[in-house]
């Protein structure tokens, strides 16, 4: 069993930077693929990044490339999302996820997730 706290949203300014972390229970963390992704109000929850269990290979949504950056400390039992050049559209709730087991291939499904955090909000004005 793996639990996940979100945490850093806020409201910040178009152009602006956030930084969230996700802080996860258990000894099994670095077995996980874990991923963030977020929902907008009226919309489906997207996929916005993700990184192997060993944090040597990253993956991110087209709409968020070159600006996020999606990190993990194993021995910290983290992952981190350093949002840059933050937009409007990129309000949002933000989701951590955990995977035990899950092809590269699948990372962008949110139904391939066993675990997920309970949001933390996002809001950039204009």
């Known amino acids: 069993q793996v639990q996940l706290v979100e945490s850093g949203g806020g409201l910040v300014q178009a152009g602006g930077s956030l930084r969230l972390s996700c802080a996860a229970s258990g000894p099994t963390f670095s077995q996980y693929v874990m991923a963030w992704f977020r929902q907008a109000p009226g919309k489906e929850r997207e996929f916005v990044a993700a990184?192997?269990?060993?944090?040597?290979?990253?993956y991110y949504a087209d709409s968020v490339k070159g600006r996020f950056t999606i990190s993990r400390d194993n021995a910290k039992n983290t992952v981190l999302l350093q949002m840059n050049s933050l937009k409007p559209e990129d309000t949002a709730v933000y989701y951590c996820a955990a995977a035990a087991s899950i092809y590269s291939s699948r990372y962008f499904l949110r139904d391939k997730y066993d675990y997920w955090g309970q949001g933390t909000q996002v809001t950039v004005s204009s």
């Open positions: 990184i192997t269990w060993s944090g040597g290979r990253t």
